[in-house]
């Protein structure tokens, strides 16, 4: 039976989230985002591991500063969405949406998840339960719309919903507690969120990080993939609204919270 691969959830910059991903029957490593090369580098020594490839969700200076002292370092190949190469650091391997590719050997899938920018994706891996979501999809949260519309981002979103509900969801940022602040006055009426707040508050008073979190507990309590919930349309007086105008008044509220 193959090894499970490790997955660390990784500190950089103030608020950001890396990942490195290990496997440990071949000893490749490979890094989702790159905020900061310093931070990496001491985690992949404490280890003893090398770095074999990069992967970019979106072009952003605080996913992707680090790339090029990584790179001379460990000498890693770099894989982003052509759609955003013109943005990006050098790509070793350029990927599209309904695109995969085979990563320390397992399958991983492209999604399209355009809303915070156009042409940011996220990268699933099926047989690691796990997604890897940046910007897009966040813990209690999504990513601010500086480029895509609501209906962009609710489509991601939906696309994201849709993966089996045991994924964990590997973010960005560590945003959490602000999100939840927020979630409350939307949703104030479900239990699971309210006890999500509570654990948020507790992980936060340790210096636990709160990323990743799973599906299951995002479609719960996540107030961006909870725009057909009766309750949550009832108390943002929208009951007969599409979901995607539901979700671009929770989104306005946010950017105004």
Known sequence: MAMPLEIITLPCLSDNYAFLIHNPASGETALVDAPEAGAIKSALA????????????HHHWDHV???????????????GAAADAHRLPDLDMAVEDGGSFTLLGEEVHVTDVSGHTVGHIAFHMPAA??????DSLMALGCGRLFEGTPAQ????????????PQ??????????????AFA????????????????????????????????????DTNPFLR????????????????????FAEIRKRKDNF
Not at 47 to 54: A, E, Q, Y
Not at 65 to 79: C, M, P, Q, S, T
Not at 167 to 180: D, L, R
């Open 129 to 134: 339960d796990a997604v890897f979501t940046a």
């Open 184 to 219: 409350v006055t939307v949703d104030p009426g479900n239990p699971a969120l309210q006890a999500r707040v509570r654990d948020i508050a507790k992980a936060r008073e340790n210096g636990v990080p709160t990323v990743p979190s799973s599906l299951q507990l995002e479609l």
């Open 46 to 57: 404490e280890r003893g591991w090398g770095l074999d490839w990069i992967l970019l969700t």
């Open 167 to 180: 994924t964990m969801v590997y973010s960005g940022h560590e945003y959490t507690q602000s999100n939840a």
């Open 153 to 164: 981002m609710w489509a991601s979103l939906s696309r994201l919903a849709a993966l089996p």
């Open 65 to 79: 500063d680090g790339v090029a002292e990584l790179r001379d370092a460990y000498g890693a190949k770099v894989i």
């Open 227 to 246: 725009a057909g919930d009766t309750a949550v349309r009832a108390h943002l007086g929208l009951e007969d609204a599409e979901d995607a105008e539901v």
